[in-house]
């Protein structure tokens, strides 16, 4: 049988000739897209189950542990001096990794980025690359960018593989492709693998047809391409935490590896790792332990792994997230995917309503934080705030903070135009702060809206707001403003008080 090799976005892009585009700002407003999904009951059944699986074995392994709120405080303080001393450790990482070999690269956004993998790649005459699973590679759209270069990049993570395969975007920050069942994977793979016609949706026949066709890769592509979990400034050592050992292959086989990793992505030393693998495990796959954890440090002796070995650090938009003193917390995240899995949001809707590499909580505030907000939609308004993702998080992201001030920052933005200032919600939202901010007009409000509901109101509450508060009642019932509010009793109570004779005084016995 002959192979039938993927046909992806990136392929039809460089056979267009379309230049690369790097991961941008969704193009729908998450609540379109999210009706869309919700219309897809597989695909809801498939989240609910993973979901609520991985969410049970989290709560096991992480209520066995006593310390994990001091564990947590403590990640949570380390990110954050790193990040009051990001350019300094910068400098020293720098310094580390050229000290024992490697090479640093800056780079400025996602066009850098990709510009210098694609020289170093064709510096060495290749034209494959084989790739550990990065989300910053998907940020800055590395696979599109290669192919249009005439370089093809093999996923070699499971579940990117079937992504890939079947040319679609993930949809989880761990497990990219969540919202596939067995059944759908089998196909996936029966369509572009060779050897696959009897191919069952067994785990275990699934993972072998995919070491067969990755195998090949591993042995024959010169060059590896990784992201960074964790790059340590005073040794120079970058970690990778994966579980298949795929990433292994990639960090020993071929004998060029370039590490692409966000700038904020460090830790200082080699000590905080201590507390970053024991959080990172626990939150993302419920693991006590991460299965395979590699730790690089500059080049290898001859025959003993990469002899080159590149570091590639990234801003794309991360000093201007930097400089927001409410929203830089989000640099501060580990990726663990604990605020996916538990947010009810993103439990229905899946990962492709936020048309982001980073969907979820995180996505809600990191994306319009790196495209501006802007260009982001109605992401900051894809969560209910109520609060789970903020628990959950093992390095204390504030998310419901950081989302109330990203909405700050859209309606800012709108009221920087003539059309924003004068949209019905502008004007209705600066009546309503008027009102709110004297007693006097909101008292009148108040007797007004008690004159007015009384058409409104059916047993004892309001089904239906007339105009653009329809939205409202919409999905739930209003209560009508009560007949006596508590500061009318209370003056009507001291009026009352005024008028009876004060009790006599009754002589002491
Ligand atoms: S925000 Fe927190 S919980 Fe969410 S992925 Fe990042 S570290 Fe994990």
Known sequence: MTRREPTTNAELMSREGVPPLPVSAPAMPFQDAARLSLGDTQLRFNMGKATTTIRAKRYKVVDEMPDWQNLREAGRAIKDRTLRHLDKYLLQLEES??????????????????????????????????????????????????AHQGIKAYETDLAELIIQLADERSSHILVPAIHKSRAEIREIFRRTLENTENLSDEPRELAAAARAHLRRKFLTVPVAVSGVNFGVADTGTVCIVESEGNGRMCLTLPKVLISVMGIEKLVPSWRDLEVFLQLLPRSSTAERMNPYTSFWTGIAPPGDGPDEFHLILLDDGRSKVLADRHGRQALQCIRCSACLNICPVYERTGGHAYNSVYPGPIGAILTPQLVGVENAGSLPYASSLCGACYEVCPVKINIPEVLLHL???????????????????????QTVARVFASPRRYEAAQKAGRLGQKLMVKGGVIERLPGQLGGWTAVRDVYPIAPQTFREWWKQREKVAKTKPAPRQEPRP
Do not use: P
């Open 97 to 146: 990794v050229t000290r024992v070999g490697g090479k640093v690269h800056w780079a400025a956004d996602a066009e850098d980025a990709n510009r210098i993998v694609a020289d170093i790649v064709k510096s060495h005459g290749a034209n494959e690359v084989v790739k550990i699973k990065s989300l910053t590679t998907d940020e800055i759209g590395l696979n599109e960018a290669l």
């Open 407 to 429: 909405r700050g920052e859209v309606v800012r933005h709108k009221q920087a135009t003539l059309t924003g200032r004068l949209s019905a919600e502008n004007v209705a939202m």
